[in-house]
Nanobody, 116 residues
């Protein structure tokens, strides 16, 4: 069964940077979109950024200009470079992948904490 393996995250001061990555296992094929969602305590899970296989990106307005999503299609891996982090970016970040057949995968969340 396919899985998404997440690495990165952690604790950083406001204004700092972190990077998270997510690799889709080899059994996941025909990937269409990969991306990141996040969920802060007491809030619903929300979109952070997505990237299609062709490289088209989409960002939540709150992160535009600070967070950058990229992908290595050969490795089925997606990255989220987070710069100029704010305390309100504190959340559990989840990797997301959807195949051409609309099969959706979620990775285990990784905690990103930004101190003020």
């Amino acid at each position: 069964q396919g899985q998404l393996v997440v690495s990165g995250g952690g604790l950083v001061q406001a204004g700092g940077s972190l990077r998270v990555s997510c690799a889709a296992s080899g059994s996941i094929v025909m990937l269409d979109v990969m991306g990141w969602y996040r969920q802060a305590p007491g809030n619903q899970r929300e979109l952070v950024a997505t990237i299609t296989r062709g490289g088209t990106t989409d960002y939540a307005r709150a992160v535009q200009g600070r967070l950058t999503i990229s992908a290595d299609n050969a490795k089925n891996t997606v990255y989220l470079q987070m710069n100029s982090l704010k305390p309100e970016d504190t959340a559990v970040y989840y990797c997301y992948a959807r195949t051409w057949y609309n099969v959706v995968y979620w990775g285990k969340g990784t905690q990103v904490s930004v101190s003020s």
